[in-house]
């Protein structure tokens, strides 16, 4: 009979780990050798492969850097390639790479998985999405913090310059819940062949809450979206990215009346914006070449109180997502740093566990 893990060996080897700086503020899982091991058994990938340079800080992160800090995040060996994926799906923004990890916005990345990835790993995709209590769901994105901290050194007061942040910066990852949906899955709208198992990500700053269970009508719902995505208070740039999450029940509504996800898409370019007078009422209504500037105008530049500008450029600057249980009608508008890559990045298939050869003979 095996012996039981000694919870006082634990303790130290954690506070060790607390005293190099590994740590995210949490307890992480002490890696060692043969444990880093069993992760990269799990790609084909070199161990030495670099993933990302930080050119300016002279650090970069390897394929065995990312296993060490999935290893410690509390990720299972079997959901390295999903971080891997993860990792490559959101350093395809253009943020991301042009030094959006260190901005003062602080912003942390959405992560979507679409295909059955989802079920055999246990990603949550109905009920809690942006809620705890799912290993898969909160480990895969603490295993990118980790990434940065340690193989990048991008940590609070150092090189992190964040204000002041969200809650969630590292915990924001979930699966599309496409059971519940007319549309077809993220993935496959962005090119990839039905029943991929992919990962989608991006660069966000701000997640806003939807609750419209008052009406059965399709336009009042894209309305109280519309006027939330508008929000002078975000509003900092002459365009914007934005991810609207739709639960099911939203989602359901808009696509029984007929609407696809461009019809959605297209609905919220036309009607998502402010008018001058909104604009200049929070300072924030200066207009070049009919784009929303992060300050006021001088008198020579503003136009008429009841002209309306638009937020966002095209359908390709919004991500629609359908995620959550069927219980309440309740979306989320989230907030993407910068543009979204349009993109998705599938998954390394899962590979055959690494066993001991048998005998000759045997």
């Known amino acids: 009979m095996a012996a039981e893990p000694d919870p ?3 303790r130290e080897a954690i506070e060790y780990c607390y005293e190099q700086g590994w740590t995210d503020g949490l307890p992480v899982i002490p890696a060692s050798r043969a444990l880093v091991d069993q992760f990269l058994a799990h790609t084909g ?3 030495e492969e670099v993933l990302w340079r930080m050119d300016h800080l002279g650090t970069e992160c390897t394929v065995e850097t990312a296993a060490i800090n999935a290893a410690m995040a509390g990720c299972k060996p079997e ?3 999903v971080v891997l994926a993860a990792w490559d799906a959101v350093m395809r923004d253009r943020a991301a790479k042009g030094g959006g990890w260190q901005s003062t916005s602080g912003p942390a990345p959405l992560i979507v998985l ?3 990835i989802r079920q055999q790993l246990g990603f949550n995709s109905t009920g809690g999405i942006f809620a705890g209590g799912f290993r898969p769901n909160a480990t895969v994105p603490r295993a990118l913090g980790l990434m940065l901290r340690n193989a990048f050194g991008v940590i609070p007061h150092v090189f992190d310059q964040t204000t002041q942040g969200i809650p969630g910066r590292w915990s924001i990852c979930f699966g599309e819940n496409e059971e519940v949906c007319f549309w077809e899955p993220l993935a496959t709208e962005m090119g990839l062949e039905p029943g991929t198992s992919a990962v989608s990500a991006t660069l966000t700053r701000t997640y806003e809450f939807v609750d419209n269970r008052h009406t059965q009508n399709p336009e009042h719902v894209l ?5 939330t995505i508008s929000r002078t208070g975000v509003l900092i740039f002459r365009s914007q990215s934005v991810t609207v999450v ?3 029940e939203h989602a359901q509504m808009l696509a029984s009346a007929g609407f696809s996800k461009a019809d959605v898409k297209d609905w919220l370019v036309e009607h998502c914006g402010r008018t001058e007078a909104d604009l200049r009422s929070a300072g924030k209504d200066a207009v070049s070449e009919g784009g929303l500037g992060g300050r006021s105008a001088g008198e020579e530049e503003r136009a008429s109180p009841d002209t309306f500008t638009r937020v966002l450029p095209g359908r390709e600057d919004v991500m629609l997502v359908v995620a959550g249980a069927r219980n309440a009608a309740m979306s989320m508008v989230v907030r993407v740093f910068g ?11 899962a590979r055959a566990p690494v066993t001991a050869a048998s005998p000759e003979g045997g």
């Open 8 to 10: 006082d060996v634990a």
């Open 339 to 349: 543009q979204w890559s349009n993109s998705a990045v599938a998954i390394e298939p």
């Open 79 to 81: 959901y390295f390639p």
């Open 246 to 248: 739709l639960g099911p």
């Open 114 to 116: 679409n295909g059955p």
């Open 45 to 47: 990938r070199p161990p």
């Open 223 to 227: 309305w109280d979206i519309a006027d």
